[in-house]
Every structure is written in C-alpha cells, then in structure tokens.
C-alpha cells in the first residue's frame, strides 16, 4: 500500500511511478498527468462550492488506488457518432462480474473528465459483485455511478475560476441527485466507502431508505441489459443528437452535408425509375453483389425499393429543412430534451427528495455553529443548481436567513424574517464562487408595487427581482449605493 499523498507534486511523483509500472501508453501517461493538473487547479472552488467532498488529498490518493487495483489496461478511442452512442449506454451500466477479466481495460474518450469518470467507475464494477441480492446490487449501482458522477464534476463543472454546471455530460441526473442527497445527510466518507447497502439503511430514517431503495430498483432495471436493452439505445441517441445540438454551426454543417447528399440520391433514384435501361443495369449490378439469400426477387421488386426510398430520402429532406429554420430547430431541441426526461426520468424521484428534505430540514433548524450555518447556506446554493432537481427549497431558505443573521453570518436588511427573505432570496440562485463577495442594492420606483432587489457578484449584478413587503414591516431604501450581504 502507497504512502498517504499529502501534496499534489508528490501526488504527480507517486503516479508517475505507477504508471511506469502499468506501463501505460504515453497517450495514456500524459492524459491522467494532464488531469492530475486540472483537478488540483479546480479542486478548491469545487470544495467550496459542493462543502461536502473528501480533502483534496483524500480524493488523490482515492483516484491513485483505483488505478492501482482497478485500472490495468486504459485505452483511449475516438470521439464518433457510434463510440459516442455506445459509451452513453456503458456508462450506466455496472459489468457482470462473470465478464469481469482479470485485466479488464478501461475505455475512455481522450478527455480529463471521461478518464476521472471512467476510473472511478471502475471500482464500482469491481464492488458489485453477482452475490449481492437484487436490492443491493441496485442501492450500491446507483450510489455508485453517482459517485462517479460527482468525482468527475470537478473538471466537468469547475476550470480553476468559475462554475458552470454542464447539463448535457451528466451521466444520469437520478444517480446525480441521490449521492449528492447521501453526501448531504450522512457525509461523503460513509457514502465514499459503502461496501454494503445495509450502511445505509441503518443510518436513513426508514421512509427515506425505503425511497432510496424504489429509485434504486427503478433506475436498476432501466438499465440492466437484459431487461431494458432498448432504453438504454434510445436515450444514449437521443443524448448524443442533443449534445451535438448544443453547438448548432457545427451541426448546421452536419446536416447541410446530409441534406446534400440526400438530394444527391434522391436525383439518382429519380433517374432510375424515368430511364428503364438504366434501373435494369442498376439492379443487375446491386443484385450480383448481394448474397444469395438477400437477392432481390425481380426488377419490380427493386424499383418499389426504388420508390419506397425516395419516399424516406424526401422525407428526410423535409426534416433537415425545417432544422434549418432557427425556430425550428430550438422547437426540436426542446423537444429532444422532453424525450430525454421521458426515458431517464421514468425513475419517479421525486418521493426521495421529499424525504430528504424533511432530515435536512431538521438540520437547519439544530444548526448552532456559525461555520455549520454557512455550510447550509452552500448547500442549499447548491442544491437549487441540481439539474432535474424539482425538491420546493423555499422553507429552508425561509428558516436559514434569519438563522444567518442571528449568529452574525449575514447583516440584517429590516425588522422583519419573511422580508429578509423576500430581498436575499437571490442569493441562493447565484453562480459565483464566493457567496461572501456578494453584494445587494434596494430601490423602488412609483411605477413598481414592492421593493426593487439587485444582486451583485464582485464585478457586476447578477439578477434583479422585486421583493413584496409583508405588513408592519420597516426598511430604510438606500437607492445610493450596495450593501454586503454577508459580515465579514
């Protein structure tokens, strides 16, 4: 067993003798040195931000036994179309332990983030083992590819400056938001290092164990190959055309070039069936190429082929044309995104976070310690910014405001709780980094019923929104200048 790695140079040493001794390819070697670095520029922001996630040095040491144990063959594939498909599906899918090879490989896509996630996943496939009951195996997969989801939102979300959550590389949003949900309740170290789901259930209140375990099942069937092959199909398409929508010049090339060539064919099957001589010695041609039990019957035969393509080619020529209308192709990326849900969200979440929040609820109102108190705030922050998260987080942020400027945490804006939430309410719905940098401006304006709210980061406002004043309520509006939110 390696030393415990205390900074990151030592980190780069220690991995840097391992991988001489794996002997990975140098593509390998430098992409795992390339995320290395990335993560140590990323990883306090990360921290910052998530509050509950394992010390950096925790986090390296964990990434370095994973490829010591698990990781004896790592091999980079291109960035395609059907790699793209097929890894979508690889992703959420735990190995069979009877396929389990003595030196599996790991397949990653050439990128920082892809090689964290598939790392970490890695120890998942080894801890789930065919012995395991039903029930098990599903708690410890979904926990585990959430696992493998937060590990790699520190280069996926975090550039070592900012945040930015990116929906569309979230493997699934319902593993996502259950480890995050654990994490919250019952720390990352449990959560981390779970070997068996029974270290769950005996520190869950048992109506939200009892959810964890349907949303485990749910999402375990969905995409276990032999129950649900085709789910699995269609979503990873569906995730795959929808990524590539996300860059729509790129796209617009891809489907300029398909429409082109689909004209092109189009005026070939049309020549075909106006030029006899031509079909005959086109389908004397395609059918000597076609084995013996795929031959086409007679002429007829082909040319209704013939026609039953044009119909499919003018068919397609019509979709990209209407992809090619701005609002069209915004109408259909909407669209794309409500298939999406329907697949993946099939697993009803929603119970789960309803009993999450009454434990987490009862935190916020024992919190009694000012750095326990800012840690909910983050938290919460946080939670609100949980894509396909639907949890109502409006009665802990009510309880955590007040609760902030009682303890000195945040400066108090009038006489009133309901109205100091009503103006910071904001807060929870910021991007930056730093919560204690931000800033708030109050004004009002005839024309405007309630008090106009300004939000600032500690460059430039971040949202405006009016706040309405209860009665018997008391604030004095200084129109002149912003006011920190947080004491120093």
Known sequence: ??????????????????????????????????????????????????????????????????????????????????????????RLRIKSPDKYLNNPVIYSFPTEKDLLYAITKAEIDNNVTAEMSLEERAVLTTVGIGKAISRAEVLRDFNGWSWSIDKAEIESSECNIVYILLTYI??????????????????????????????????YKSFDKMQNEKILDILAVYKNEYLKMRYPYEYQQEILTKKNKAFVDLQHINELLQQPNKLKNEFMLVNSKLPSDKKIFDIRNYQQLLINSKANLEKQINEYSKIQDPMEFEKMKEELMLKIKYYEVSTNISKFEKQFLEVFEKQ??????????????????????????????????????????????????????????????????????NLEELSVKLKTVPEVEGIIVEIYNSTEMESTYIANTPEGSEIEIKTSRKTKIFSK
Not at 386 to 395: A, G, Y
Not at 418 to 432: N, T
Request: charged letters at 30%.
């Open 1 to 90: 067993m390696h030393k415990d790695i205390v900074s990151s140079s030592e980190f780069s040493e220690e991995m840097g003798n391992l991988i001489d001794i794996k002997k990975f390819k140098p593509q390998i070697a430098n992409l795992i040195l390339s995320m290395i670095y990335k993560i140590d520029d990323s990883y306090d922001n990360y921290k910052k931000i998530k509050r509950v996630v394992p010390t950096k040095s925790n986090f390296l040491n964990n990434i370095y036994d994973d490829v010591k144990d698990y990781c004896s063959v790592i091999d980079v594939i291109k960035i395609n179309n059907e790699n793209q498909i097929k890894m979508k599906s690889e």
């Open 186 to 219: 019952l720390g990352d170290v449990l959560v981390d290092n779970l070997r068996s789901a029974e270290d769950l259930k005996i520190n869950l209140p048992e109506p939200l164990w009892n959810e964890l375990v349907n949303v485990s099942m749910q999402f």
């Open 364 to 433: 916020v109102i024992n919190a009694s310690d000012k750095k326990e108190i800012l840690d909910l705030i983050y938290q919460t922050r946080y939670l609100n910014n949980i894509p396909n998260c639907k949890m109502k987080l409006n009665r802990i942020q009510e309880k955590l405001i007040p609760k902030a400027i009682e303890y000195e945490i945040i400066n108090p804006i009038s006489n009133n709780d309901d109205l100091d939430y009503r103006i910071l309410r904001g807060l929870f719905d910021s991007k930056e980094l």
